[in-house]
C-alpha cells in the first residue's frame, strides 16, 4: 500500500480529476486557495497545514483526516509508516455503541488469542485449526481451536430477538395508527 506525501496526494487527485487549480479549490469549498494548492503540490511543505486547509483538503479528496495530516507529516520528513500488521480500521466504527465497539474489540481479543495458540501449537490439532487436511471435517461439525465460546455460536450471532413488535407495527401502519410506545 502507497503511503503518499501531501504533494503526492493531491497531484494524483487532481490529475484524476482533471481539475486546475482554482477548480480544486472550489471542490475544497474555497480553502485553501488554487495559489496555495499550487504551493502544497509543487514546494516543500515547511509546517502542518492549518485545521481548515486540512477540511478543505478533505472534502476535495475524499481522504479521511488522519490520511491528510499523515501525508503532511511524510512531507515533512517524519517517519509515520503503518509499522503494525494487525493494525485493523472497521469503517463507521467511530459511530457505534460504547457497548458494540466493546464486543467487537472482545471478538477480536478473543480471534487474536485463538491464533496465538494455534501458532504456538505445533500439534497435528493446531495444524487442523488452520485448514490441515489430517480428517478435517467441513461444515458444523469442523474442528476449530478450543475457545470460551458456546458450540451453538454462530446461531447465537445470526439471532435478532423477538419480532413480533415489527408485526405489531406492521398492523398499525396498515391501519395507520401510530404506536403508543
Same mark, same amino acid.
Given at each position: 500500500?502507497?503511503?503518499?506525501?501531501?504533494?503526492?496526494?493531491?497531484?494524483?487527485?487532481?490529475?484524476?480529476?482533471?481539475?486546475?487549480?482554482?477548480?480544486?479549490?472550489?471542490?475544497?469549498?474555497?480553502? #485553501?486557495?488554487? &495559489?496555495?494548492?499550487?504551493?502544497?503540490?509543487?514546494?516543500?511543505? &515547511?509546517?502542518?497545514?492549518? #485545521?481548515?486547509?486540512?477540511?478543505?483538503?478533505? &472534502?476535495?479528496? %475524499?481522504?479521511?483526516?488522519?490520511?491528510?495530516?499523515?501525508?503532511?507529516?511524510?512531507?515533512?520528513?517524519? $517517519?509515520?509508516?503503518?509499522?503494525?500488521?494487525?493494525?485493523?480500521?472497521? #469503517?463507521?466504527?467511530?459511530?457505534?455503541?460504547?457497548?458494540?465497539?466493546?464486543?467487537?474489540?472482545?471478538? @477480536?481479543?478473543?480471534?487474536?488469542?485463538?491464533?496465538?495458540?494455534?501458532?504456538?501449537?505445533?500439534?497435528?490439532?493446531?495444524? &487442523?485449526?488452520? @485448514? %490441515?487436511?489430517?480428517?478435517?471435517?467441513? @461444515?458444523? @461439525?469442523?474442528?476449530?481451536?478450543?475457545?470460551?465460546?458456546?458450540?451453538?455460536?454462530?446461531?447465537?450471532?445470526?439471532?435478532?430477538? #423477538?419480532?413480533?413488535?415489527?408485526?405489531?407495527? $406492521?398492523?398499525?401502519?396498515?391501519?395507520?395508527?401510530?404506536?403508543?410506545?
Amino acid at each position: 500500500m502507497s503511503q503518499p506525501d501531501l504533494g503526492t496526494l493531491l497531484a494524483e487527485v487532481k490529475a484524476a480529476r482533471g481539475w486546475s487549480f482554482e477548480a480544486m479549490s472550489r471542490a475544497c469549498g474555497g480553502v #485553501p486557495t488554487g &495559489k496555495r494548492l499550487f504551493q502544497l503540490i509543487n514546494s516543500p511543505l &515547511k509546517n502542518f497545514p492549518d #485545521p481548515d486547509t486540512i477540511r478543505g483538503l478533505q &472534502k476535495a479528496t %475524499g481522504a479521511s483526516t488522519t490520511e491528510i495530516v499523515m501525508a503532511a507529516a511524510r512531507s515533512l520528513g517524519l $517517519d509515520v509508516t503503518e509499522t503494525d500488521p494487525d493494525a485493523l480500521h472497521v #469503517p463507521g466504527i467511530s459511530l457505534a455503541s460504547d457497548s458494540g465497539r466493546n464486543a467487537l474489540l472482545a471478538i @477480536g481479543r478473543e480471534l487474536a488469542d485463538a491464533a496465538a495458540e494455534v501458532a504456538a501449537s505445533g500439534s497435528s490439532r493446531g495444524r &487442523k485449526a488452520q @485448514g %490441515g487436511s489430517a480428517g478435517r471435517k467441513s @461444515g458444523r @461439525g469442523a474442528q476449530r481451536p478450543a475457545t470460551d465460546l458456546p458450540d451453538n455460536w454462530q446461531d447465537l450471532a445470526a439471532y435478532q430477538g #423477538p419480532e413480533g413488535h415489527l408485526r405489531r407495527a $406492521d398492523e398499525w401502519d396498515s391501519r395507520g395508527e401510530e404506536s403508543q410506545g
